[in-house]
């Protein structure tokens, strides 16, 4: 009976021994799962890449935007280093690219010297469908411009945050001639801002003034090699 007894104990121990190595069996088998640290970019410019990639023509894309350029009034005269393109509806063979010499004329193809300098987009599209007319029954042209070079307004002294040439494209005024060159310097002298015309002193401004709104017969438009210095 104790033999018995002795022999069932035996027995238990065993399987409870079995039992736990397969549950370690089961534990080792099964891998472990760790979560994974996000990738690090070795670059501080190179962004780390994840499940869905960014759009490279945004990753190439600057900071800001550039603004668009001023359109040019048909009133607008053309002068020498101007640039336009000319098109001949349903001809493309007469179509190019042109820049007016310094004797104001451009070489247009099949039709020679054509006078550009002086006439608006309009005359010019009239002086050209003229001349065309020896080789087309109702030439029609367009004179686009895309290059503003002729007209200039002058930005001097050491207070004007960008010096410099700036082009006339289309008519404007002080104040917004000022902001377009990125306004002043810390050490400006914005009391004094003067604005020669033909070689003389045309009109001094004091900036407070300009801006304050009492006085707007300051913000004067701004013409052709108008010279604005701020010292």
């Known amino acids: ?27 080792a088998a099964a891998p472990a799962q760790t979560q994974q640290p996000p990738p690090a970019s070795l670059s501080p410019a ?8 960014a759009d490279p ?3 190439a894309e600057p900071a800001g935007t550039k603004p668009p350029n001023a359109p040019v009034p048909d009133t607008f005269v053309l002068g020498v280093e101007d640039q336009i393109t000319v098109s001949m509806w349903d001809e493309p063979k007469f179509d190019g690219a042109y820049t007016i010499r310094p004797d104001g004329k451009i070489m ?21 469908d003229k001349a065309a007319r020896k080789m087309l029954t109702t030439p029609r042209c367009t004179v686009n411009v895309i290059g503003v070079h002729s007209r200039h307004i002058y930005f001097d002294g050491e207070g004007i945050a960008q010096p ?6 289309i008519p404007i005024h ?23 015309r033909d070689g003389k002193v045309f009109i001094t401004v004091n900036y407070k003034d300009l801006v304050s709104g009492k006085h ?16």
């Open 1 to 27: 009976m104790r033999r018995s007894s002795l022999l069932e104990s035996v027995m238990l121990v065993a399987g409870i021994v079995a039992s736990g190595s397969v549950a370690y069996s089961q534990t």
């Open 174 to 196: 002080l104040l917004e001639a000022i902001s377009a060159r990125g306004g002043f310097r810390d050490f400006a002298d914005k009391k004094h801002i003067k604005i020669l």
């Open 46 to 53: 190179m962004p780390v890449l994840t499940d869905a990639p």
């Open 216 to 231: 707007s017969e300051l913000n004067i438009s701004l013409q052709d090699k108008d010279h604005v210095v701020v010292n």
């Open 164 to 169: 410099g040439p700036m082009d006339l494209v």
């Open 57 to 59: 023509a945004k990753l």
């Open 108 to 128: 247009v193809k099949l039709l020679g010297e054509i006078d550009a300098a002086g006439l608006t987009p309009m005359q010019l599209c009239d002086v050209i």
